[in-house]
């Protein structure tokens, strides 16, 4: 009894994770401007952009037996190893501050996409990204094509979300390559809690998007930047063809 005891209550190397907060790029979060640009016009932009996260359990939290099979059959939970979500050996303020450096590298990415595939010069635009307790990659894509819509849109006056609530996850490097993450099931579920209809995968985690798929969310898989935009402007204009999962 002593040993099934300490079986079940003994901390395991496991995070828990479920749907976290989204937030629109194309909007404020905590009072404050995601996107801010000097140097050039912003537009006034309907629709959203939601980037997506998922929240897990702390490094420092233990996990037990009892909490691994408490939550391995649940949809809205998914049971990670630690190392998958927290970067092995390294103490709570480390891991705040790789994340936070993740972030910002990511923002740079962003930016530098954005302002390439707009052939804008980052000497004469200047773009400013804020967005309170989020760390890590995963944003990139979102921030990118929320600095597209900010300063161009689809490129013809209109919006690049053509009105929709969208959602989507994905890292991007600064050539427009957009690059897989983690949690995308916990994510396409908090995309559409929060009203969004139409969800940018990167196209590698396809079966993981789909295996709890909300309904009424549509799944489209991206690898570039330039595909991504492709495919909301033949969303917006109904016209051309939407690559799906």
């Not at 300490?6 to 979060?29: E, H, I, R």
């Not at 972030?103 to 390439?116: G, H, V």
């Not at 099931?185 to 908090?190: E, W």
Request: aromatic share 4%; charged share 20%.
């Amino acid at each position: 009894m002593a040993l099934i005891a300490t079986a079940v209550f003994a901390p395991l190397p496991f995070s828990v994770a479920q749907p976290g907060m989204t937030a629109d790029v194309l909007g404020k979060n905590r009072n404050a401007q995601v996107i801010t640009v000097s140097g050039a016009p912003a537009r006034d932009t309907g629709g959203q952009l939601r980037m997506t996260t998922i929240e897990a359990t702390g490094p420092d939290t233990r996990v037990s037996l009892a909490d691994v099979l408490g939550n391995w059959f649940r949809t809205d939970r998914a049971v990670m190893p630690r190392d998958a979500v927290y970067p092995s050996g390294n103490s709570v303020k480390e891991i705040e501050k790789y994340n936070a450096k993740q972030m910002r590298q990511s923002q740079d990415a962003a930016t530098q996409a954005a302002l390439k595939y707009l052939d804008l010069s980052p000497d004469k635009v200047k773009v400013r990204l804020k967005l309170a307790d989020v760390g890590g990659p995963s944003a990139g894509l979102l921030f990118t094509l929320g600095i597209i819509d900010t300063l161009d849109g689809d490129g013809h006056g209109g919006d690049l979300t053509g009105g929709r609530t969208i959602a989507g996850t994905g890292t991007i490097d600064a050539a427009g390559k957009v690059g897989a993450v983690g949690g995308v099931a916990l994510k396409t579920q908090a995309a559409r809690r929060d009203g969004a209809t139409v969800f940018l995968v990167p196209k590698a985690e396809c079966s993981d998007a789909k295996s709890e798929l909300p309904e009424g969310l549509r799944l489209v898989p991206v690898t570039t930047l330039q595909g991504a935009v492709n495919s909301l402007v033949a969303l917006e204009k109904g016209k051309g063809g939407v690559p799906s999962c």
